[in-house]
């Protein structure tokens, strides 16, 4: 089964409004990582965060993570039509260090 | 800047061909993955390399196989094409084991068989 299910499974928003997706999963982590993805493109990172970590920032991007109920969210404040793309959450699967990623979250952004 | 680069971006072929597809990190990382995207599955892992000539399947080897002689290259090579194996293939590149970092893709390849 996949570690890692986003939601919802689209969203569309107009330009200036806050976008949030969430991310569970289903074993223990040591951190979770998002990452964007273009359209016909390849996956860019945006954050990691870590499990002894509750929140983090990065730009206009929060992220959350709460180990206890095996979720975490990012939201994308202020959004602007640049910001359509798919996000996908991924968590470690092993120590290499491959990774687990859910299906994605689907976001326009309209102008 | 960091750089994963996959030799093609879109590829048609042919049902039966032997297809290659090329990967080139500038990185030095010493991992290496082939993932396969298709709608509503998210990515999944073909095989993974954390090492030159080191290989391992992951969640769907089966009609793929892989080469590593270099370090800053992996290929992923489709024995005998078939049009189920239309779909976007990625590839990454990531440290050594044990490093809390992220993975780096490439653009991406669309391959359609036909």
């Known amino acids: 089964s996949q570690q890692g299910e986003e939601d919802p499974q689209a969203l569309s928003i107009q330009e200036g409004e806050n976008a949030t997706m969430n991310c569970s999963y289903k074993?223990?982590?040591?951190?979770l990582q998002w990452y964007r993805q273009n359209s016909g493109r390849g996956l860019v990172h945006l954050i990691l965060?870590?499990?002894?970590?509750r929140e983090k920032h990065s730009g206009r991007l929060r992220v959350t993570l709460d180990t206890s109920k095996k979720s975490s969210s990012l939201l994308i404040t202020a959004s602007r039509a640049a910001d359509t793309a798919s996000y996908f959450c991924a968590t470690r699967r092993d120590s290499w260090g491959k990774l687990q990623f859910g299906a994605g979250t689907q976001v326009v952004v309209t102008p | 800047d960091v750089k994963v680069t996959q030799s093609s971006r879109y590829l048609v072929k042919r049902t039966g061909e032997k297809v290659f597809l090329e990967c080139v990190q500038d990185m030095d990382h010493e991992n290496m993955f082939w993932y396969r995207q298709d709608p509503g599955l998210g990515l999944r892992l073909i095989y993974f390399s954390y090492d030159v000539k080191m290989k391992e399947k992951g969640d769907i080897p089966e009609g793929y196989s892989v080469s590593r002689e270099k370090k800053e290259r992996f290929s992923l090579i489709l024995e005998s094409a078939s049009t189920n194996q239309t779909s976007m293939y990625l590839c990454?590149?990531?440290?050594?084991?044990?490093?809390?970092?992220?993975?780096?893709f490439g653009q991406g390849t669309r391959l359609t068989v036909v």
């Open positions: 990454a590149s990531s440290p050594k084991q044990g490093l809390v970092t992220e993975a780096f």
């Open positions: 074993t223990s982590i040591n951190n």
């Open positions: 965060i870590r499990s002894n970590e």
